[in-house]
């Protein structure tokens, strides 16, 4: 199975840079994902990592270190519309699985 | 492009009914997923469909069951609703299993539908 292990709270100000952190543990490794949801709405997809290493896609970037099952969203010049759950999600090689469990989600809140 | 399209958007049943949710996938898409999201949780993955057939499940009950469509459209029906079934019901479509491979075959939510049980 998965445990996906993500904070749980996070603050921050506006126009900083925060890090947020993902542990896993997975019986194979399939791919890591980054999804947005704000409070009501459905999750966007943010970002994908299946390599170690930086993904950067304009403010947002990810990394991955699969060795120690780990991964972290930066998000950086932090505006006001950044405050959402950003949830961490991992898609296991099982055959043909093709589904992604999800963590409990961190949510960020974003202050002046 | 459509998108992922989910109906109803909200919906208020009682306890012991049962409920049937739809989906359809985004367009070149034939996979679809359901998650149940509780308040404050992540998404809960409950059962994938692909070629018409229930291809994985999550840890749910039979109560929950579905169905998929030769158009790719699916269908979540839950039996003998409780109070904690009460949660965002989401939607989400990808390609094939085993395709996508360089995009790590992303799957996309629809706007989900919210389940109040009463």
């Known amino acids: 199975g998965q445990n996906i292990d993500q904070p749980t709270e996070m603050t921050a100000t506006e126009g900083a840079i925060v890090q947020i952190n993902c542990t896993y543990q997975?019986?194979?490794?399939?791919?890591l994902f980054w999804y947005q949801q704000h409070a009501g709405e459905a999750p966007t997809f943010l970002s994908y990592?299946?390599?170690?290493g930086l993904e950067e896609k304009g403010r947002f970037s990810s990394f991955l270190s699969r060795s120690k099952g780990y991964s972290y969203l930066l998000l950086k010049e932090l505006q006001m519309k950044d405050s959402a759950s950003y949830l961490c999600?991992?898609?296991?090689?099982?055959?043909?699985?093709?589904?992604?469990?999800f963590g409990a989600g961190t949510r960020l809140t974003v202050k002046p | 492009d459509a998108g992922v399209t989910q109906s109803p958007t909200h919906l208020i049943k009682t306890r012991g009914q049962q409920v049937t949710l739809r989906c359809s996938p985004k367009?070149?898409?034939?996979?679809v997923s359901w998650y149940q999201q509780a308040l404050g949780q992540g998404p809960q993955f409950i059962f994938q469909?692909?070629?018409?057939?229930?291809?994985q499940r999550g840890n749910f009950p039979d109560r929950f069951s579905g169905h998929q469509f030769p158009n790719y459209s699916s269908e979540l029906n839950v039996n003998a609703l409780l109070l904690g079934d009460s949660a965002l019901y989401l939607c989400?479509?990808?390609?094939?299993?085993?395709?996508?491979?360089?995009?790590?075959?992303?799957?996309?939510f629809g706007e989900g539908s919210w389940l109040t049980v009463v």
């Open positions: 989400a479509s990808s390609l094939a299993p085993g395709q996508g491979v360089i995009s790590g075959n992303t799957i996309y």
């Open positions: 997975t019986s194979g490794f399939n791919g």
């Open positions: 990592n299946v390599l170690d």
């Open positions: 999600a991992v898609r296991d090689l099982k055959g043909d699985n093709n589904d992604m469990r």
């Open positions: 367009s070149g898409h034939d996979t």
């Open positions: 469909y692909y070629e018409e057939e229930e291809r």
